[in-house]
């Protein structure tokens, strides 16, 4: 078992610019989220999915972010026209239904957005 | 409000010695879980340890073990004979199970520094 993996690990870009970062999750978990952790804080909830279908999403994501996860497997997030407060680690993190349902996280992604 | 709360910014411990960190957190929700999770400088978040709002007893896992009291809403993390290796940023979380929230709400962290 390989764990969470995200790519890529950095992503230096200028404001304006999109960005697209992938998640793949642990091969038998049905349940993949995406976290934003600013610097000083804990990770925020952004968005999750369940299989294919994305079942909630935080205020926090404007609609220049998306996430997909076409085929219940790895899952994308994009952030169009990115601005400087987007400058953030994106974490991922998946987990299976049960009790406890421990979310198990990547490596994550720093985005420096210039 | 604040649904957890980490108030120690942040710790300095001798090696060897226990050190516990303090979280405290609000729900009213009488079905959740709360967990640990240790954050190195390299980034990636590791689960440490889980409680259950029903757990009667309190968990322990190696030299992790929670002091869960639940009349307080304190879920505080004890580490024994902690080691070099456990200087990280130590982060509190929980999951609310019935108000249909998947997520997990964090709280601000502590910065652990073990001393040799």
């Known amino acids: 078992d390989t764990g969470v993996s995200q790519d890529p690990r950095h992503k230096i870009t200028k404001r304006g610019q999109n960005v697209t970062f992938r998640c793949d999750p642990i091969s038998e978990h049905n349940r993949l989220y995406w976290y934003r952790q600013t610097l000083g804080q804990g990770p925020e909830f952004l968005t999750y999915f369940q299989n294919e279908a994305q079942l909630e999403k935080s205020r926090l994501l404007s609609d220049r972010f998306s996430a997909e996860r076409p085929k219940g497997s790895f899952s994308t997030l994009e952030i169009q026209r990115t601005e400087q407060g987007d400058s953030a680690m994106y974490l991922c993190?998946?987990?299976?239904?049960?009790?406890?349902?421990?979310?198990?996280f990547g490596p994550g992604t720093r985005l420096l957005v210039l | 409000a604040q649904k957890i709360t980490q108030t120690q910014p942040g710790m300095f411990v001798q090696e060897k010695e226990a050190v516990t960190l303090d979280c405290t957190y609000d729900t009213s929700d009488p079905s959740y879980g709360l967990f640990w999770y240790k954050q190195p400088s390299s980034g990636e978040m590791i689960f440490l340890i889980y409680?259950?709002?029903?757990?009667?007893q309190n968990a322990t896992e190696g030299r992790y073990s929670l002091n869960f009291q639940k009349a307080r809403k304190s879920a505080n993390l004890v580490i024994s004979a902690s080691q070099l290796g456990d200087s990280a940023m130590y982060f509190c979380a929980m999951r609310e199970v019935n108000f249909g929230n998947e997520k997990l709400t964090f709280g601000t962290g502590t910065r652990l520094t073990i001393i040799p």
């Open positions: 409680q259950g709002s029903y757990d009667q």
């Open positions: 993190a998946s987990s299976s239904q049960g009790v406890p349902e421990t979310q198990y």
